[in-house]
């Protein structure tokens, strides 16, 4: 390992994020994409991200497939979305956040019919609305929705959003793209048609590709249904399968045998619950620490989620983040702006190569480098 170079700082940002030695270990090396050897390790990257869809629940496992597809989270997303609607359908997007309007953003490009349900970038998802709506317009054909809205860090409710979705017979989407891997989901439960993730989030793989679980049944009806040849999720997956793993166009290999051994390293870690203990304890050591230094939360604990959190630059006239950042930058944390339109933000994530030692460490970076506080001291003295 040591003939690699130490990372200039550690990522505290929701994707790419800091990987362990070893993940980057597995990418020097060349592999060719059509050989044998390589194309067993896709198929079982799909057998292994099916069953982690899955927990302990082998009985599922013929129902439900993966799909890999290049590109950054978002070109699965619209994969998904302009793969699976036929011309007669409807999408309803359930949006608090940048990455809801996204999906409704793409079907719109896409000319598929799409309602965008907005509840404003810190509102909650109101279910009893949700449930109205489908009850008037009957023809809604999907829904759509963020697990883990990282604009904000909050975490919607799936497990009580799927229940009102299913009875008004519509299929469900969830972009689960920062919170896969890191809190167990099982997809059969939540009874989820499509869910969508990425390498280079919880699993703790490099960006350049993405991944969809699909219910089986489901995708075997969307054939000829999408709007884009490279991300047509029915194709996409009858390649993988009738070629036993072969991408249909150039695959991202140094990518792949990453996530190969970023999913031997879950593995080894005990699982996602373990993960999302590790990612729980290094989220409290995260917010116990900015509250004690005088920083607050955009949100309330309850709708937070364990992967990323907002809090509200300090209002003091000689604090600027560009400022903040680059110190932090020079102490080795890379933090993340803010996306929130109406709230002065910034944000921090906590998933990756991140354990609670490195929050600790975070916290006492910033408490030495709050200066606006420092000179408020000083012409308080
Ligand atoms: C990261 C992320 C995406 C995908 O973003 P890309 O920049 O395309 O990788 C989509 N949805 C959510 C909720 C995300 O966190």
Do not use: Q, W
């Given at each position: 390992m040591s003939q690699l170079p130490d990372n200039p700082y550690l990522l505290l940002t929701p994707g790419p994020l800091s990987t362990s030695p070893t993940v980057r270990q597995a990418m020097m090396k060349d592999w060719c994409t059509w050989d044998d050897e390589y194309n067993q390790l896709v198929q079982s990257i799909r057998a292994r991200l099916v069953e982690l869809a899955l927990p302990e629940r082998p009985e599922c496992f013929d129902q439900y497939v993966s799909v890999l597809i290049q590109g950054s989270g978002t070109a699965s997303v619209e994969s998904v979305i302009g793969s699976v609607i036929p011309t007669q359908g409807k999408l309803l997007v359930l949006a608090n956040g940048h990455y809801g309007q996204r999906i409704a953003q793409i079907a719109s490009v896409l000319n598929i019919d799409c309602h965008l349900m907005d509840f404003g970038e810190t509102g909650a998802i109101d279910l009893d609305a949700l449930d109205r709506l489908l009850a008037e317009d009957l023809s809604f054909s999907h829904v759509a929705v963020v697990h883990c809205e990282t604009t904000t860090g909050r975490l919607n409710p799936i497990e009580r959003i799927a229940p009102i979705v299913k009875k008004h017979k519509c299929d469900f989407i969830v972009d689960a793209m920062s919170s896969f891997g890191g809190v167990t989901m099982d997809v059969a439960a939540l009874e989820i048609d499509f869910l969508v993730s990425s390498a280079n989030k919880c699993i703790q793989g490099v960006p350049g590709f993405g991944f969809i679980i699909a219910n089986r049944n489901k995708l075997n009806d969307c054939q000829g249904l999408a709007r884009s040849v490279s991300l047509d999720l029915y194709d996409q997956w009858q390649g993988m399968k009738n070629g036993n793993g072969k991408w249909r166009f150039t695959s991202p290999t140094h990518t792949v045998r990453a996530f190969d051994q970023a999913l031997k390293e879950l593995y080894e870690e005990g699982g996602i619950n373990l993960r999302y203990q590790r990612y729980a304890e290094n989220h409290s050591i995260l917010v116990e620490g900015m509250r004690s230094l005088g920083f607050s939360t955009l949100l309330d604990d309850a709708s937070q989620s364990p992967f990323i959190?907002?809090?509200?630059?300090?209002?003091?006239?000689?604090?600027?983040?560009?400022?903040?950042?680059?110190?932090?930058?020079?102490?080795?944390?890379?933090?993340?702006?803010?996306?929130?339109s109406d709230a002065d933000c910034f944000r921090i994530g906590n998933i990756g190569h991140v354990f609670p030692e490195d929050m600790a460490r975070l916290i006492s970076a910033i408490e030495q480098n709050c200066y606006w506080q420092k000179s408020s001291d000083l012409t308080t003295a």
């Open positions: 959190t907002t809090f509200f630059n300090p209002e003091h006239a000689d604090y600027n983040f560009k400022a903040f950042y680059l110190r932090l930058k020079e102490a080795g944390f890379v933090i993340y702006p803010g996306k929130v």
